[in-house]
Structure formats: C-alpha cells, structure tokens
C-alpha cells in the first residue's frame, strides 16, 4: 500500500482570537505481514497569539505601578518602603509627561499626579495600537496557511 496523507485545516478569527483543528491520516503497509496500518492525529489549538499576551501582561504591570503611584500620592502616603518603591517606577513611568499639567495639591500632603493619569492613557492607547498591529499581521499569516 502507498502511503496517503489528507489534511484538513480549519482556521477561524474573532479578531483577537485565533482556533483551529488541524487532522492527519497516515495509511501505510506493515513490511513484514503486507496489513494496512492506520494512523491519525488531531491537533486544535485556540487563543491570543503569545505576543499579544506578553504585551497585553507588560500593560498591566505598568497600568498597576501607575495606579498605586496616583493612588499614594492621592491618600497622602510618605515616601517609605513600599511606597518609596511604587513613587520610584510610578514616577519614572509617568516622566516623560510630568510638567504638561500641574500637580494639584488638594489638602496637606495629598497631591493629585495628572501626570500619572496622562501616562496611563498614552500607554493603554500605545498598547491598544500594539496588539491590533500584531493581531493583524498574525491574521495575513494565517490567511495565507490555509
């Protein structure tokens, strides 16, 4: 018997969201008794490309340093321990867009950073814009698998 092998691809996109079932068949002859072996596998696979994530988990741990530095400069925190480390990466994150606005002191020791607020849009548009870029060219990769 010859060897025969019948693929089947299936490849759908929500957008973000890629699945797909992928079927082999392998008949061969057995050398020594002339019977027909079967072989088939079945591979699916579902989900966000890994760059997608990786960026989508970069965003977040900047999201959430940005946050926690509004947040303790917001309820008046002093710049030790922990706090000292969030006001450290928080502030180093939200520099290139400190001085656009000022910092508003609402009562002794509390501050509200806009500079923070203004860091948190620009980097969730900038991620937004990221993702779309490489779900896109995975889509036109996919496409032309198929």
């Known amino acids: ?15 973000q969201t890629y699945s797909g079932v992928t079927s082999t068949t392998q008949t061969t002859s057995d050398p020594v008794t002339g019977a027909a072996v079967s072989r088939s596998s079945t591979l699916s696979w579902s989900g966000r490309p890994l760059a997608n994530r990786i ?8 999201f959430i340093f940005l946050a926690f530095d509004f947040i303790f400069h917001a309820a008046g925190a002093t710049n030790v321990g922990f706090a000292a480390f969030i006001f450290s990466i928080g502030g180093a994150l939200a520099a290139p867009f400190a001085g656009i606005f000022k910092t508003t002191l609402t009562t002794p020791g509390t501050l509200i950073v806009w500079a923070d607020i203004l860091a948190f849009v620009v980097y969730a548009i900038a991620a937004a814009i990221v993702i779309k870029v490489i779900s896109m060219t ?3 990769r996919a496409r032309k698998t198929v």
């Open 1 to 15: 018997m010859a060897d025969t092998e019948a693929q089947d691809r299936v490849v759908s996109n929500d957008g």
């Open 55 to 62: 960026v989508g988990l970069a965003a977040g741990i900047v």
């Open 138 to 140: 995975t889509d036109e």
